[in-house]
């Protein structure tokens, strides 16, 4: 998981590269990452993948900022939306259906903020 958010951070940063570059931006200050619960990325190996990626760089000692989004599903059988606890994916309500994920596995940018 830890090589898999290096990889997306490579590809966010390349993109960003480009964009800043089109935007004569010389300094990245804020980047926001949406991150889902159940997308199996922690806080500590995006900071340490972001620091070494970003060295040398114009978004060299950008604050990371990581919104965590609830895993949410709505049940398949009576429709109701409950927040998933303990990975348990049965309806705590009519206990008949599944819950089919609706948020919670994101992995995005929120925003970037640059000079
Ligand atoms: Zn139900």
Request: aromatic residues 8%; negative net charge; contains cysteine.
């Amino acid at each position: 998981m830890e090589a898999e958010a290096a990889q997306w951070l490579r590809g966010l940063f390349s993109i960003h590269h480009r964009e800043a570059g089109n935007n004569h931006a010389t300094k990245v200050r804020e980047v926001g990452l949406l991150i889902g619960e159940m997308a199996g990325v922690e806080q500590e190996s995006l900071e340490f993948s972001w620091r070494v990626l970003t060295e040398g760089t114009p978004a060299e000692g950008a604050v990371l900022k990581v919104r965590r989004v609830p895993l949410v599903g709505r049940c398949a059988k009576c429709g109701r939306e409950f927040h998933i606890e303990h990975y348990d994916f049965w309806c705590p309500v009519c206990k008949d259906g599944v819950l089919k994920t609706i948020s919670g596995r994101e992995m995005q940018v929120e925003y970037l903020e640059v000079d």
